[in-house]
């Protein structure tokens, strides 16, 4: 079982959209509608954004949205603002009753 | 709106065993077909999952973990426990208890614990 592949950072103005992508295997990321994504502030506990592969908990704002095609899954956020600058992580289900994370994506807004 | 709290020791020596507990507030830890996880997030890196109990008592853990975790629940309680054995220096992390609903939907805030003599 090993993590999920994320880009170490990614960057982008206000307003702008960026994308952030968790590669994993066909054991994983391909195998299961079952990707979820979680927004990291410093010292804060994460928090879910994004479920079952595309999916958004009540509350979440429509600027965030997933999406997967075969092994690679990706979170895409839309009209950046500020307070969008956290670390992000995906997450699947790996099989036998398991979970692996990614290694997390650091979101600079400039 | 349900509630996770970690307590436990915060500084544990190398070899010894690492134990915390979640108490869930705002729900029964019975209710909902939940499962109850431990993830836990080494300084300067990414989050890793531990285990996860559902209410019935029965188990499931990271194969990299496996030989040294323990979680277990208790109901009566409305409390989740984590047990790992042997540790060391590696297993210094925040330690973050959380629901397993439609992905990690609930969290506890964390707790830093620190594998040190």
């Known amino acids: 079982q090993s993590a999920l592949t994320q880009p170490a950072s990614v960057s982008g103005s206000p307003g702008q959209s960026i994308t952030i992508s968790c590669t994993g295997t066909?054991?994983?990321?391909?195998?299961?509608?079952?990707v979820s994504w979680y927004q990291k502030h410093p010292g804060k506990a994460p928090k879910l954004i994004i479920y079952?592969?595309?999916k958004r908990p009540s509350g979440v704002s429509n600027r965030f949205s997933g999406s997967k095609s075969g092994n690679t899954a990706s979170l895409t956020i839309s009209g950046l603002q500020a307070e969008d600058e956290a670390d992000y992580y995906c997450?699947?289900?790996?099989?036998?009753?398991?979970?692996?994370f990614g290694g997390g994506t650091k979101l600079t807004v400039l | 709106q349900v509630q996770l709290q970690e307590s436990g020791p915060r500084l544990v020596k190398p070899s010894q065993t690492l134990s915390l507990t979640c108490s869930v507030s705002?729900?029964?830890?019975?209710?909902?077909?939940?499962?109850w996880s431990w993830i836990r997030q080494p300084a300067g890196k990414g989050l890793e999952w531990i285990g996860r109990?559902?209410?019935?008592?029965?188990?499931n853990y990271n194969p990299s973990l496996k030989s040294r975790v323990t979680i277990s629940v208790d109901t009566s309680k409305n409390q989740f426990s984590l047990r790992l054995n042997s540790v060391t220096a590696a297993d210094t992390a925040v330690y973050y208890c959380?629901?397993?609903?439609?992905?990690?939907?609930?969290w506890g805030q964390g707790t830093l614990v620190t594998v040190s003599s």
């Open positions: 959380a629901r397993a609903g439609r992905g990690f939907d609930y």
């Open positions: 705002g729900g029964s830890i019975s209710s909902g077909g939940s499962y």
């Open positions: 109990v559902y209410t019935s008592g029965s188990t």
């Open positions: 066909s054991s994983d990321v391909g195998g299961y509608y079952l």
């Open positions: 079952e592969d595309y």
């Open positions: 997450c699947s289900y790996a099989g036998s009753t398991t979970w692996v």
